[in-house]
Nanobody, 118 residues
Framework: QVQLVESGGGLVQAGGSLRLSCAAS????????MGWYRQAPGKQRELVAG???????NYADSVKGRFTISRDNTKNTVYLQMDSLKPEDTAVYFC????????????WGQGTQVTVSS
């Protein structure tokens, strides 16, 4: 069993920055593909950014050039650096970890609120 715990959300003005962290328990973090998703009120959950165990990354078009996903396998932690934030980035951000090497396994964190004021 893996537990994912997000932190780093909060209220920021447009143009500002935040860094989200997601700490994972267990010993399989390094083989997991990690992702950040977000869900705004009345909207579906969407993928923001993902990073594989080989550190290949992908981003939603809406955040390319502004957000950066990274991972530190020594700390079992994945990060999302969010710069040049816009009001439309306001959402609950969720951390996801999954792998098919063992499993398939799919885990979610509880979410952290990000609010960007105009």
């Amino acid at each position: 069993q893996v537990q994912l715990v997000e932190s780093g959300g909060g209220l920021v003005q447009a143009g500002g920055s935040l860094r989200l962290s997601c700490a994972a328990s267990g010993s399989i973090f390094r083989i997991m593909t990690m992702g950040w998703y977000r869900q705004a009120p009345g909207k579906q959950r969407e993928l923001v950014a993902g990073i594989t165990s080989a550190r290949s990354t992908n981003y939603a078009d809406s955040v390319k050039g502004r957000f950066t996903i990274s991972r530190d396998n020594t700390k079992n932690t994945v990060y999302l650096q969010m710069d040049s934030l816009k009001p439309e980035d306001t959402a609950v951000y969720f951390c996801n970890g999954r792998t098919t090497i063992v499993g398939p396994l799919d885990y979610w964190g509880q979410g952290t609120q990000v609010t960007v004021s105009s």
